[in-house]
């Protein structure tokens, strides 16, 4: 007997039969299933209909299965069991115990509070993937809208961005960043007044307003305008052209470690030099939610104190 390909087999259907052919007795399968034994009888009877085979073989009762029956019984199990893992996969996915969150991040916050953020989720989610990547504010903020980026990590404030949601996460502050043989080290309690005739390194403005108008702000505090000579894409390029010699700059002080050997930090005293950086996002993936959530801080509309 062909079977119909429009032929279909519920999973209460495979449950029934199984516990049917694992009891080898219609009563104690009823009983195992809680309901009673007529429309279990009934109902394995339309399973063998429905597909056009005969799988359990019958005398007073139930004598064993059928070659299709024992054929059927494990893909019955297999099919159930790849049921229950689409639900599980399913529910892991939308409780975001699963899939993917891509984090963008300026590279100063690496030096403070984001690696123990990051460590603390994957021990928390290890079913989740993390994508990382370092890029300026402004970029962050176009690949937040572009969709190519779930979270990121910026430095406020954001120009025209009542869109992106910006939670508090870090703080940090600015100091000296002198290449190691330069003459200004040996002068004790250097200050940024001491840099006025120097040449300076700093980041495009579009890439990283709130942070270019600060240093600005600073030097115009105590009386000259740096002068920059060369602009770098990133803290990391701009300490490296410092560490070779092609100026100075003003950059976060939790990188002062970096390249130690060839620049020479110098603290910057006041609240003038603080700044802070936060968490932003636009529309969150169940598994995005899940690092929010995992920070345990709330949101704040951009520009929003």
């Known amino acids: ?58 005398g007073k009762r139930v ?17 159930l069991r790849q049921a229950e893992q689409v639900v599980t996969a399913t529910q892991d996915a939308a409780a975001g115990r699963t899939g993917l969150v891509r984090l963008g991040y300026v590279g100063s916050s690496l030096y403070g509070r ?7 989720f994957r021990q928390s989610h ?49 100091c000296l960043a002198i290449p190691k043989e330069h003459p200004l080290n040996k002068r004790s309690n250097l200050t940024l007044t001491d840099l006025s005739e120097e040449p300076f390194i700093l980041w495009p403005m579009v890439e990283g307003r709130g942070f270019h ?18 602009e770098a894409h990133g803290m990391h390029a701009v300490l490296s052209l410092v560490s070779v010699g092609a100026g100075v700059s003003v950059v976060p002080q939790s990188m002062s470690g970096f390249r130690g050997d060839q620049i020479s930090y110098h603290p910057l005293t006041g609240s ?15 598994s995005a939610k899940a690092f929010v959530r995992s920070i345990g801080v709330r949101s704040v509309r951009s520009g929003q104190p």
Do not use: W, Y
């Not at 279909?8 to 449950?15: G, N, S, V």
């Not at 809680?34 to 005969?54: C, F, H, W, Y």
């Not at 003038?272 to 996002?281: A, G, K, M, V």
């Open 1 to 58: 007997m062909a079977i119909s390909t429009r032929t279909r087999i519920t999973l209460r259907a495979m449950e029934q039969f199984i516990a049917v052919a694992e009891e080898l007795h219609f009563h104690r399968a009823a009983e195992r299933l809680n309901m009673s034994q007529p429309p279990l009888t009934s109902a394995i009877r339309k399973l063998e209909d429905d597909i056009g085979v005969t799988l359990i073989e019958r």
């Open 63 to 79: 004598l064993g299965l059928t070659p299709a029956g024992k054929n059927f019984i494990d893909e019955a199990r297999e099919t």
């Open 114 to 120: 984001l690696p123990d953020v990051i460590r603390d």
């Open 126 to 174: 290890p079913d989740v993937r993390l994508e990382l990547k370092e890029a300026t504010t402004a970029a962050q903020v176009a690949a937040l809208r572009n969709n190519a980026l779930d979270v990121g990590i910026l430095i406020p404030p954001l120009v025209n961005a009542e869109d992106i949601e910006q939670i508090p996460f870090d703080s940090d502050r600015l």
């Open 213 to 230: 108008l600060q240093v600005i702000r600073l030097c115009a505090n105590v009386g000259f305008v740096p002068t920059v000579t060369q």
């Open 272 to 286: 003038e030099p603080e700044f802070d950086l936060t968490l932003s996002h636009r529309h969150l993936s169940p």
